[in-house]
């Protein structure tokens, strides 16, 4: 038995469990979106895991710290011109929008958590709100630990709060009328449930909300357009960051002549989900000289691995010390082209050389107990804080096997978390 009361219960304690008849009116919550939590259970069999996270409050409050410290660096100018100067163009364009949800991604380790990467478009935050909502104690002392932290109504709130903050920056006190969220091909994307509780949000705010491919986006002299419609705000699901695709181009001019807010947007991709600048936020004597205030750089040396930016100079080095190393594109997402240096081949290492990759320190996940048919399953977890201007708003977890989360595994998926007190 373990002697840390936050591992003993994410070994031992199954009698928090997701409340399938909250769960399905939390999904089900208007016509749009009625039939939801069946369809579900027939295509996301694994989107939502079987049993919550405990996570100790002292963790909570380190990735708070974590989340201040990185705003406060990016708030320097020079780490935001070493950041600028190898982005694209676009990125140097500033609309005023701070760049909408980014997603904080932690293992959690003996020691505490660990940063392991930023993301612009995090997945999951409004299934979260729902999920929160829907959970099940069986017991009285885990009963008093539902709806924390940040409950799914106060997400909610919070969720809006954020997009209307992101249109209050470039439009000042218009009102927001119409919202667009954009993806390619929507209704194909795994989190496309996501978009459909997404609108449902910003509709039951007042707010008429569209889901559609950038495809169907114009611009002329009514401004941006979607089925002969003004789009105001741009919710920006793309993975395309820089918005250089040709058929982006409406968003994309869209976007420089400020006829709609776009969140998030390139410059906000550049400045925080770039994994290079995991390398300059763990780089305590360039942070000394930028003017980062010594708190500042203790809580970044302390939660960020140490990441390095791979370079054919230190190939040797590098190839040497692959096994405790981790390997990601700078800009990459989703895990795509990510690999453990004890997996990797010769053919992928000269990829890695040729391409832009950072080699992060190896940080190992944490697991939870979780029951499948009948016994129980070690899966890996990861934490995902949602947070918008330099506040976490919320913490959600996801359970997975293999490399990366995949919601692919028996019990696995986005988890709910609590916190003892």
Same mark, same amino acid.
């Given at each position: 038995?373990?002697?840390?009361?936050?591992?003993?219960?994410?070994?031992?304690?199954?009698?928090?469990?997701?409340?399938?008849?909250?769960?399905?009116?939390?999904?089900?919550?208007?016509?749009?979106?009625?039939?939801?939590?069946?369809? *579900?259970?027939?295509?996301?069999?694994?989107?939502?895991?079987?049993?919550? /996270?405990?996570?100790?409050?002292?963790?909570?409050?380190?990735?708070?710290?974590?989340?201040?410290?990185?705003?406060? #660096?990016?708030?320097?100018?020079?780490?935001?011109?070493?950041?600028?100067?190898?982005?694209?163009?676009?990125?140097?364009?500033?609309? !005023?929008?701070?760049?909408?949800?980014?997603? &904080?991604?932690?293992?959690?380790?003996?020691?505490?958590?660990?940063? /392991?990467?930023?993301?612009?478009?995090?997945?999951?935050?409004?299934?979260?709100?729902? *999920?929160?909502?829907?959970?099940?104690?069986?017991?009285?002392?885990?009963?008093?630990?539902?709806?924390?932290?940040?409950?799914?109504?106060?997400?909610?709130?919070?969720?809006?709060?954020?997009?209307?903050?992101?249109?209050?920056?470039?439009?000042?006190?218009?009102? *927001?009328?119409?919202?667009? /969220?954009?993806?390619?091909?929507?209704?194909?994307?795994?989190?496309?449930?996501?978009?459909?509780?997404?609108?449902?949000? &910003?509709?039951?705010?007042? #707010?008429?909300?569209?889901?559609?491919?950038?495809?169907?986006?114009?611009? !002329?002299?009514?401004?941006?357009?979607?089925?002969?419609?003004?789009?105001?705000?741009?919710?920006?699901?793309?993975?395309?960051?820089?918005? !250089?695709?040709?058929?982006?181009?409406?968003?994309?001019?869209?976007?420089?002549?400020?006829?709609?807010?776009?969140?998030?947007?390139?410059?906000?991709?550049?400045?925080?989900?770039?994994?290079?600048?995991?390398?300059?936020?763990?780089?305590?004597?360039?942070?000394?000289?930028?003017?980062?205030?010594?708190?500042?750089?203790?809580?970044?040396? *302390?939660?960020?691995?140490?990441?390095?930016?791979?370079?054919?100079?230190?190939?040797?080095?590098?190839?040497?010390?692959?096994?405790?190393? &981790?390997?990601?594109?700078?800009?990459?997402?989703?895990?795509?082209?990510?690999?453990?240096?004890?997996?990797?081949?010769?053919?992928?290492?000269?990829?890695?050389?040729?391409?832009?990759?950072?080699?992060?320190?190896?940080?190992?996940?944490?697991?939870?107990?979780?029951?499948?048919?009948?016994? /129980?399953?070690?899966?890996?977890?990861?934490?995902?804080?949602? #947070?918008?201007? !330099?506040?976490?708003?919320?913490?959600?977890?996801?359970?997975?096997?293999?490399?990366?989360?995949?919601?692919?595994?028996?019990?696995?998926? &986005?988890?709910? #978390?609590?916190?003892?007190?």
């Amino acid at each position: 038995m373990s002697a840390d009361p936050i591992e003993q219960l994410n070994t031992e304690c199954f009698c928090v469990t997701v409340d399938a008849a909250a769960l399905r009116h939390e999904l089900d919550v208007d016509a749009a979106t009625r039939g939801l939590y069946d369809r *579900l259970r027939e295509t996301h069999a694994y989107l939502f895991a079987h049993a919550p /996270i405990f996570v100790s409050r002292a963790n909570v409050s380190t990735m708070a710290r974590l989340v201040a410290a990185v705003d406060a #660096v990016v708030a320097l100018p020079a780490y935001r011109e070493a950041a600028l100067s190898r982005a694209p163009e676009i990125a140097r364009f500033e609309p !005023g929008p701070l760049g909408g949800l980014l997603g &904080f991604d932690f293992h959690v380790t003996p020691q505490g958590p660990r940063l /392991i990467e930023i993301n612009t478009n995090p997945g999951g935050a409004f299934l979260n709100a729902a *999920l929160a909502r829907a959970q099940r104690a069986c017991c009285a002392p885990v009963l008093s630990l539902l709806g924390q932290p940040g409950d799914g109504a106060d997400l909610q709130d919070a969720l809006f709060a954020a997009f209307l903050s992101e249109w209050r920056r470039q439009r000042g006190d218009a009102p *927001l009328r119409r919202v667009a /969220i954009v993806d390619e091909s929507p209704s194909s994307q795994y989190l496309y449930p996501e978009f459909l509780l997404a609108a449902e949000l &910003f509709r039951r705010r007042g #707010v008429e909300a569209t889901i559609c491919d950038p495809g169907e986006l114009s611009l !002329g002299s009514e401004g941006l357009q979607q089925d002969g419609k003004p789009v105001d705000l741009v919710y920006n699901r793309l993975t395309d960051f820089s918005l !250089g695709e040709p058929a982006h181009a409406p968003l994309r001019e869209a976007y420089l002549a400020a006829v709609a807010v776009v969140t998030p947007h390139p410059r906000a991709h550049a400045l925080y989900a770039d994994k290079r600048n995991l390398a300059l936020l763990g780089d305590a004597e360039r942070l000394r000289q930028w003017g980062a205030d010594p708190a500042t750089i203790e809580t970044l040396q *302390l939660v960020i691995p140490p990441t390095r930016v791979v370079e054919r100079a230190a190939a040797d080095e590098l190839w040497g010390r692959r096994r405790e190393l &981790f390997f990601k594109p700078a800009t990459g997402f989703g895990s795509r082209a990510a690999y453990r240096g004890d997996k990797l081949t010769r053919r992928v290492w000269e990829e890695i050389l040729s391409g832009d990759y950072v080699a992060q320190q190896l940080v190992p996940p944490s697991a939870r107990g979780v029951q499948v048919d009948g016994r /129980i399953e070690r899966l890996k977890l990861d934490l995902r804080c949602y #947070v918008h201007d !330099g506040q976490l708003l919320s913490v959600a977890a996801r359970l997975y096997q293999g490399q990366t989360t995949n919601f692919r595994t028996p019990g696995g998926g &986005f988890a709910a #978390v609590l916190c003892p007190p």
